[in-house]
């Protein structure tokens, strides 16, 4: 450490094992873990709070619980007193991180970058306290850099090591072209950490390359490094790939509680405690005898999905819109009823219309090429009767009921 080291006292040990103990929960790696610890004690031994860094690169702002894994662990830090640094790419988003793509991202308009920031913003405020958050933009410390700045950052890094990381290597065997502003992306994430002091920074397992630049350019620009932490990936609902928008295998935190509810209930079983121990509050040992419960029969996997559907709604929405949810997915799915809350549409148009213009004017499905799809893989219901041809023509009554999927209903009024 910067500083001499001091003797704590024993309500401070026991202050720092406690901060060591919660903050590595669900941790993959800590490099390395002696610095952490002694960053610990140091913070602990002289009441300054450490800098905790999460960096963001604002091109896909929907959050999903994936994303959460790394929040709620700021969220720990926040708690012991940390001062949580979030920052925001609005310079190296216009690059866009490489990391695990196969090919050159478009770079996205500093309108793009900064709307993408905004709504990051607005939904990190359900995990993390952003009154007590540090906001900071990298543009404000990489545009003023110069290019003899740029070539005396460039000289940290050699090209054979960054051909070490997975993305880039697999695109050079391929031929697969690389541009070499690509290989600037960590190290100016690494740069970020030098310009913002940070003591520990985190990301998931696939950030660790980046997150041990920012360690190598703090010693070079000598300063103290700081401490890389990885917290794992989590997967999606298909149990296989991670979590992610695109590959619509996700549980994003701004859904409806109806939604958020009814997906926990496809989390395959032996995923479960992985989601409750990452992404959830629930404390350490009521997970460990959930793990246990589940291994030995005791604990039903249908309970503990349904608790984990309770709990994730509860964290992002309330108690009352949890209990709602737990009782709209136990009368429409284990009961087999209509849910009696179901939205009401006035239906204003013509009194007949093709079944597929009548799904999207009910804004149940966003195109025509869905509802299609929808209707002939059977997953469109008229007053709970199946609709199978594509070509049906409805004519439109008073209280008809369509219903989408397993979980979007619609009752129409003249």
Known sequence: ??????????????????????????????????????????????????????????????????????????????????????????????????????????????????????????????????????????????????????????????????????????????????????????????????????????????????????????????????????????????????MSKSLNNYIGIDEAPNEIFGKSMSIPDELMVKYFRLATDLPLEEVDILEKGLADGSIHPRDAKMNLGSKLVEMYHGQEAAKEARNYFETVFQKNALPDDMPVVKWEKDAQIGIIDLVVELGLLPSKGEARRMIQNGGVKMNEEKVTDIKTEVTITEGLIVQVGKRKFVKITL
């Open 1 to 242: 450490m910067a500083e001499s080291k001091r003797e704590l006292t024993e309500e401070q040990k026991q202050l720092v094992d406690t901060q060591v103990k919660e903050l590595m929960r669900g941790v993959v790696e800590i490099a390395p873990e002696h610095a952490f610890k002694e960053k610990i004690e140091q913070s602990v031994a002289t009441g300054v709070p450490l800098k905790i860094k999460l960096g963001m690169d604002p091109s896909a702002p929907d959050v999903h619980i994936g994303h959460t894994v790394v929040l709620h662990k700021l969220r720990q830090f926040q708690e012991y007193g940390h001062e949580i640094q979030l920052l925001i790419g609005d310079f190296t988003g216009r690059i866009g991180d490489p990391t695990g793509k196969s090919e050159t991202r478009k770079a996205l308009t500093n309108e793009q970058v900064m709307e993408n920031a905004r709504t990051y913003v607005e939904q990190y405020s359900k995990v993390l306290d952003m009154d007590k958050v540090t906001l900071m933009y990298n543009s404000e410390w990489l545009k003023a850099l110069n290019f003899e700045d740029i070539i005396k950052l460039a000289s940290n890094l050699t090209v054979a090591r960054l051909l070490e990381r997975d993305d880039f290597e697999k695109r050079y065997k391929s031929q697969q072209p690389i541009s070499i502003h690509e290989f600037f992306y960590p190290l100016m994430q690494g740069y970020d950490s030098v310009a913002m002091k940070s003591d520990i920074e985190v990301g998931g397992t696939d950030q660790k390359f980046n997150l041990l630049m920012g360690r190598q350019l703090q010693e070079a620009y000598g300063q103290e490094k700081q401490v890389a932490m990885t917290l794992p990936l989590i997967e999606g609902l298909d149990g296989v790939r991670k």
